[in-house]
């Protein structure tokens, strides 16, 4: 049963930094994509970032390039997603989410990932 674990999640006053983890667990495979997604009240779920296993095929959407970056420890299995320069319009919950079957060339297209396996989310709130 795959598993992942977010945490890292809290209140921060606009300017400020999060680091987000994944702890991700059950796997069998060592190549998977993992990516963070959010969502705001009334706002669909977005793809905010995304890395694969190799560690060099990462993806950001345009909203956060510059601001956040994702990294992996595949010693222990976990992916950080470290925010900087928080906006309140970063306010959402933060879903962590892999794939299995999605390749580097998928695992850079969130949007279009087949078999998504989500946490169970943390929430970021921004203040101004």
């Known amino acids: 049963q795959v598993q992942m674990v977010e945490s890292g999640g809290g209140s921060v006053q606009a300017g400020g930094s999060l680091r987000l983890s994944c702890a991700v667990s059950?796997?069998?495979?060592?190549?998977?994509?993992t990516g963070w997604f959010r969502q705001a009240p009334g706002k669909e779920r977005e793809g905010v970032a995304s890395i694969y296993t190799d560690g060099v095929t990462t993806y950001y959407a345009d909203s956060v390039k510059g601001r956040f970056t994702i990294s992996q420890d595949s010693a222990k299995d976990t992916v950080y997603l470290h925010m900087n320069s928080l906006k309140p319009e970063d306010t959402a919950m933060y879903y962590c989410?892999?794939?299995?079957?999605?390749?580097?060339?998928?695992?850079?297209?969130?949007?279009?990932?087949?078999?998504?396996?989500w946490g169970q989310g943390t929430q970021v709130t921004v203040s101004s």
């Open positions: 059950g796997y069998t495979y060592r190549s998977y994509c």
């Open positions: 989410a892999t794939d299995l079957v999605a390749g580097p060339a998928l695992c850079v297209r969130p949007r279009l990932w087949p078999s998504r396996n």
